[in-house]
């Protein structure tokens, strides 16, 4: 059986200091070139150089008449690829306008009368035109190394009449729970259906295993077993601070196991940890719910970004919203970051309201529009004080 671990051999990792710990431990996977129509989801393993310009020509804005230069309202409708003084000829939304053209009549602002076609009033010279280059500028980088592949990213790849591109190799993730509750069936397993979410999103593979009993033995054999078959394991519980704390332990006394992060310095789930395991990294989530996912948010989703090339930050600004009520945090951990969940509770104003509930409480979670992130040293907030509010990918 092994042996308690004092509480003084956690040493809380910064976030900030986590995130040179993962650039500096793990690298993405590999490169493969993907079809763009299925490139969505999926991170570019190279910047993107547009290879035309885009529009290819000055084009309509508007269905109407390209109208050449003239002192006039009156211009002459004609059918060409150029255009005379004074002239006009018909165009469509998106197509290319006639050489000579200065500005495009919209139709429903057009007067005809026989041969002729009579503007209201002198127009702006490049009115609705748009110019050749305005969207993209060939040569000009479209998209980064690193960047996420958005169904309006591939858009403009396939535009540009990009047909493949390289992205980095999926990271295959298995998730182990814990638990001998869950083993016996005396209670369902659930949080691998967060944490499942919470790495889909970043182009991961995820597997979730059976649950395992509290017992070190099986947590080494399920670790052992995931790591020579995935790229990441990912435990759920078995994580404490007292004889429960098993899953850091059987994993630190695997072979080729180094620790790299004892605890974080975040609230909740400061007892998240990372084992490098024969270069492949465990991450371990404690189990109580909002710990869970706290531990996803600073640990699990930035590793995956940067195995696929990205900064170790997945979490993002949504907008700000106003308290409406003063917080005060009265709790033990005042020096660490702390993430709490926060309710919408008037759309027209803006106001937000902050749970402040233990970490297995799971409504705070299911009734968020998001999360605040109490920086150390921040114990109140004043009523009607702009918070950032923030979400994580797969988490809303």
Same mark, same amino acid.
């Given at each position: 059986?092994?042996?308690?671990?004092?509480?003084?051999?956690?040493?809380?990792?910064? !976030?900030?200091?986590?995130?040179?710990?993962?650039?500096?431990?793990?690298?993405?996977?590999?490169?493969?070139?993907?079809?763009?129509?299925?490139?969505?989801?999926?991170?570019?393993?190279?910047?993107?150089?547009?290879?035309?310009?885009?529009? =290819?020509?000055?084009?309509?804005?508007?269905?109407?008449?390209?109208?050449? +230069?003239?002192?006039?309202?009156?211009?002459?409708?004609?059918?060409?690829?150029?255009?005379?003084?004074?002239?006009?000829?018909?165009?469509?939304?998106?197509? !290319?306008?006639?050489?000579?053209?200065?500005?495009?009549?919209?139709?429903?602002?057009?007067?005809?009368?026989?041969?002729?076609?009579?503007? !209201? +009033?002198?127009?702006? =010279?490049?009115?609705?035109?748009?110019?050749?280059?305005?969207?993209?500028?060939?040569?000009?980088?479209?998209?980064?190394?690193?960047?996420?592949?958005?169904?309006?990213?591939?858009?403009?790849?396939? =535009?540009?009449?990009?047909?493949?591109?390289? %992205?980095?190799?999926?990271?295959?993730?298995?998730?182990?729970?814990?638990?001998?509750?869950? %083993?016996?069936?005396?209670?369902?397993?659930?949080?691998?259906?967060?944490? +499942?979410?919470?790495?889909?999103?970043?182009?991961?593979?995820?597997?979730?295993?059976?649950?395992?009993?509290?017992?070190?033995?099986?947590?080494?054999?399920?670790?052992?077993?995931?790591? #020579?078959?995935?790229?990441?394991?990912?435990?759920?519980?078995?994580?404490?601070?007292?004889?429960?704390?098993?899953?850091?332990?059987?994993?630190?006394?695997?072979? #080729?196991?180094?620790?790299?992060?004892?605890?974080?310095?975040?609230?909740?789930?400061?007892?998240?940890?990372?084992?490098?395991?024969?270069?492949?990294?465990?991450?371990?989530?404690?189990?109580?719910?909002?710990?869970?996912?706290?531990?996803?948010?600073?640990?699990?989703?930035?590793?995956?970004?940067?195995?696929?090339?990205?900064?170790?930050?997945?979490?993002?600004?949504?907008?700000?919203?106003?308290?409406?009520?003063?917080?005060?945090?009265?709790?033990?951990?005042?020096?660490?970051?702390?993430?709490?969940?926060?309710?919408?509770?008037?759309?027209?104003?803006?106001?937000?309201?902050?749970?402040?509930?233990?970490?297995?409480?799971?409504?705070?979670?299911?009734?968020?529009?998001?999360?605040?992130?109490?920086?150390?040293?921040?114990?109140?907030?004043?009523?009607?004080?702009?918070?950032?509010?923030?979400?994580?990918?797969?988490?809303?």
């Amino acid at each position: 059986m092994l042996a308690p671990v004092p509480r003084s051999l956690f040493k809380y990792v910064d !976030p900030q200091n986590l995130r040179s710990i993962l650039r500096r431990y793990f690298n993405p996977l590999g490169v493969e070139e993907v079809d763009v129509v299925s490139s969505i989801g999926r991170f570019l393993a190279e910047d993107v150089i547009a290879p035309k310009d885009l529009p =290819e020509y000055d084009v309509s804005h508007v269905d109407g008449f390209a109208l050449s +230069r003239c002192n006039e309202l009156s211009y002459r409708l004609v059918v060409g690829s150029s255009l005379g003084r004074c002239e006009a000829t018909y165009v469509r939304t998106g197509e !290319p306008v006639p050489e000579g053209t200065v500005a495009v009549l919209p139709v429903e602002a057009a007067r005809v009368v026989g041969d002729k076609v009579v503007a !209201p +009033r002198p127009l702006k =010279e490049g009115f609705e035109i748009v110019r050749r280059g305005l969207d993209v500028a060939r040569s000009e980088v479209v998209a980064r190394r690193g960047s996420e592949i958005t169904p309006a990213r591939a858009r403009l790849l396939a =535009e540009l009449g990009l047909s493949t591109v390289k %992205v980095f190799t999926r990271p295959r993730v298995l998730v182990v729970p814990v638990g001998s509750e869950f %083993v016996s069936s005396s209670r369902r397993e659930t949080s691998s259906l967060i944490v +499942r979410s919470m790495c889909e999103p970043l182009a991961a593979e995820v597997t979730v295993s059976k649950p395992v009993e509290d017992s070190a033995e099986a947590i080494r054999e399920a670790v052992e077993g995931g790591i #020579g078959n995935y790229d990441v394991v990912a435990t759920i519980g078995g994580a404490s601070l007292g004889d429960r704390d098993l899953t850091f332990r059987a994993v630190s006394s695997l072979e #080729g196991a180094e620790v790299l992060a004892r605890g974080i310095a975040v609230q909740p789930g400061r007892v998240t940890s990372l084992v490098s395991l024969r270069g492949k990294p465990v991450v371990m989530l404690p189990g109580l719910i909002q710990s869970t996912i706290s531990g996803a948010v600073f640990l699990l989703q930035p590793l995956l970004k940067v195995m696929q090339g990205g900064e170790p930050v997945a979490h993002y600004l949504v907008g700000l919203l106003r308290l409406g009520h003063d917080y005060t945090y009265e709790g033990r951990f005042a020096a660490f970051t702390r993430l709490r969940f926060v309710k919408l509770v008037s759309e027209e104003e803006g106001v937000a309201e902050i749970f402040e509930a233990p970490s297995p409480l799971q409504r705070p979670i299911a009734e968020s529009h998001g999360f605040i992130l109490l920086e150390p040293g921040v114990v109140k907030l004043a009523k009607h004080s702009l918070v950032k509010v923030y979400r994580a990918p797969g988490l809303y």
